[in-house]
């Protein structure tokens, strides 16, 4: 018979990190979280760029899960409302789905931010990684605010807006307009804006702002070829963003 898996606490911090890769490989990101979170709560130095991209990438697929189901529930929600009376009975069933899914989702960014707030960015003293953490948190601010109703909502969105800020400013001090990370947190500060905070001509500054610089500095810095193929595929989602976001304003208009 096939020996368990332990807990992440009868295992030293590389057999913990070995298993939460095992688990991406297999798709189980569940217990990548549980591994990788072990070792984000017990160590006393700061996460190298390995474990740094194991947690995220674990919260991502766990949290991107339960979005994208959100979605098709909302989809699904949209075509029941407009069937015959005779099928209404089907709609308090949908939502109750729909409660579940949000409760899991507001579970999990939670416990990411935990992690992160009490953890991961206290130990932080390399300033890629801090941004890199405050865009994380950005992020599950974010999604909870995506969720959220009236006050909390509100809450949400600020915990958010603060985030991205300290990120951005961090990063535009010690961070070139090229690096993919730096792009990234342009990416979705720019879609907080839009999205959230219902500011489409913010979005589009700072979109355009992100991606102008980077073409700028695109010839002046020399990038890997991994940073290189991260950055163009960045700047490549902004200016989709932009030409959506200018059509959306002229067809207002």
Known sequence: MATSLKEPSEYTREENILIAKYAEQADRYNDMVKYIKHVAKTSNEELSTEERNLLSVAYKNIIGSRRAALHTVSIIEQKDETKTKNE???LPLLKNYRGLIEKELT???????DILENFVIPSAKDPETKVFYL??????YRYLAEIFVDSERKTASDNSLDAY???????????NPTDPIRLGLALNFSEFYHEILKMPNDACRLAKAAFDDA??????INLPEDSYKDST????????NLSLWKNENEEEI
């Open 165 to 175: 800020k300290k990120a951005a400013e961090l990063a535009e001090a010690e961070l």
């Open 88 to 90: 209404e009975n089907k």
């Open 215 to 220: 073409i700028a500095g695109l010839d002046n």
């Open 107 to 113: 579970e999990l960014c939670r416990d990411g931010l």
């Open 135 to 140: 865009k994380m948190m950005g992020d599950y």
């Open 233 to 240: 595929l960045i700047m490549q989602l902004l200016r989709d």
